[in-house]
């Protein structure tokens, strides 16, 4: 097949890891008979540096045009002023608007030769295999926000139409897997929860009878992810919960470096990235994880391009380099050595031959 893919390095690590993937991705067309063509443009910080803008109309027409957008990571102390009226996560947050993915999948498994790099127990990391389905334009990242010299707010706000369209899709994934889905919310204090659970009671009674439904709070949810996390099948909340109980979850992985991420709408085009920041103490260095990345060109492949095959392949290369010993600098454990992000990355590509 032919598929055009741009590329958003982006800042600090951003760049190098996302190389990586390009590597991958390279071999797979090679070996299965496809041409993806790339462009390459900027987002973040280095747009900020080059044109005023952390997203750039060139940037904007490229991702629209993709039939999939890869990126590395946005941010850093360079910019970091959170006073400043341009930063370059408004880059990111202006992109899910233009491509219209309002539901972020962030996979959650182990592998069992990393347990020792979780602060977790190995028992307790047994058999965990989780999706958490973060709702990605609303809430509270997207209100209306004010600011004076004594005072500041930001709304959340959410329509039903938000929270089907969310908990819909939610629960479609977990009807191809274990059939369960817990909804969290904060229902206790905030009329957001309260409609957020309205909603998603109605709609699995209604449309999805079958699923077995929990409801946890968020306080509840973040410790039950500790407690309990192979429990947990399909987890679906609200953006900025979403965001800080995945970051949670990488944990139970060991690493951020490990966990990839798919922000999906009503069409195939996608916008795929690893869930950790641009880390730019160590940009350059070649020292960075390039698994997250390399596993979200694997749900690049799966959910924008169709390719389920070519998407399983490059999940198990990645498994098959950590089963046989590869390890980077942020998932050795005690005794072990570690590899460059180069040779991570050409380990997971000799398992793709």
Known sequence: MEALITLLPGDGIGPDVTACARQVLDVIAEQHGHNFEYREELIGGAAIDAHGDPLPPATQESCAAADAVLLGAVGGPKWSDPNAKIRPEQGLLKLRSVLGVYANIRPVKIYNELAGTSPLKPEVLQGVDMLVIRELTGGIYFGKKTRTDTSASDLCEYTVGEVERIVRFAAMLAAGRRGKLCSVDKA??????????????????????????????????????????????????????????????????????????ASLGDSKAGLYEPIHGSAPDIAGKDIANPCATIASAALLLRHSLGLESEASAVEAAIAGAIAGGARTADIVAAGESHISTTDMTAEIISCLS
């Open 188 to 261: 206790n204090v905030l009329e957001t929860s309260r409609l957020w659970r309205d909603v998603t009671d109605r709609l699995i009674a209604d449309e999805f009878p079958s699923i077995e439904l929990e409801t946890l709070l968020v306080d509840a949810a973040a410790m039950h992810l500790l407690s309990r996390p192979s429990d947990f099948d399909v987890i679906v909340t609200e953006n900025m919960f979403g965001d800080i109980l995945t970051d949670e979850a990488s944990m139970l992985a060991g690493s951020l470096g490990m966990l990839p991420s």
